[in-house]
T-cell receptor, first 114, second 111 residues
Framework: ETGVTQSPTHLIKTRGQQVTLRCSSQ?????VSWYQQALGQGPQFIFQYYREEENGRGNFPPRFSGLQFPNYSSELNVNALELDDSALYLC?????????????FGSGTRLTVV | SQQGEEDPQALSIQEGENATMNCSYKTSINNLQWYRQNSGRGLVHLIL?????REKHSGRLRVTLDTSKKSSSLLITASRAADTASYFCATDDGNFNKFYFGSGTKLNVKP
């Protein structure tokens, strides 16, 4: 296995609700990035956290927020869910300073918004 | 957008043949990476090539990078049915805190 675990694996939510997705990074990886992958598309960068602070963000609205904790775990929170938020959400961890050596991805959380 | 774009979108070959897929990007990069994804699961890092490198090998994989043309290619030699997957290139925007993926090449290797 990759060493990055995500939970839950699948989730169904109703439009307007809030959701929290969780990721446990590979030990020693203090950089974590979150991606959204719609069906048939490539992953889209949401944001990156380094040493518990956001240090990069893609074109996602503020209702997408995150947290990173000292134990290498992190969360992605999405408020006011919309149907278009249905996607595979991927967490990727990397060594200090960013993905210079490549990301280690989790298997993702499949979110369905109905 | 800095997103890499893979070409072709889909590729179907027989086992044992070589598979070549290409990636183009728009702005200067520090490095370019290739990833594989099986059936909508997590991506697996295959190979990284730095902007000052022109070619890199890893097992049956060969990656080239042409920074003057802002393009890269991934060659899989002697393909196997287990190579069936989607392949993505990822490029940074000159910083190390954002990586961009293209829409991928869907490779089907027929046994």
């Amino acid at each position: 296995e990759t060493g990055v675990t995500q939970s839950p694996t699948h989730l169904i939510k109703t439009r307007g609700q809030q959701v929290t997705l969780r990721c446990s990074s590979q030990s020693g990886h203090n950089t974590v990035s979150w991606y959204q992958q719609a069906l048939g598309q490539g992953p889209q960068f949401i944001f990156q956290y380094y040493r518990e602070e956001e240090n990069g963000r893609g074109n996602f609205p503020p209702r997408f927020s995150g947290l990173q904790f000292p134990n290498y775990s992190s969360e992605l929170n999405v408020n006011a869910l919309e149907l278009d938020d249905s996607a595979l959400y991927l967490c990727a961890s990397s060594l200090e300073g960013g993905p210079i050596y490549g990301y280690t991805f989790g298997s993702g959380t499949r979110l369905t918004v109905v | 957008s800095q997103q890499g774009e893979e070409d072709p979108q889909a590729l179907s070959i027989q086992e044992g043949e070589n598979a070549t897929m290409n990636c183009s990007y728009k702005t200067s990069i520090n490095n370019l990476q290739w990833y594989r994804q099986n059936s909508g699961r997590g991506l697996v890092h295959l190979i990284l090539i730095r902007s000052n490198e022109r070619e890199k090998h890893s097992g049956r994989l060969r990656v080239t990078l042409d920074t003057s043309k802002k393009s890269s290619s991934l060659l899989i030699t002697a393909s196997r049915a287990a190579d069936t997957a989607s392949y993505f290139c990822a490029t940074d925007d000159g910083n190390f805190n954002k990586f961009y993926f293209g829409s991928g090449t869907k490779l089907n290797v027929k046994p």
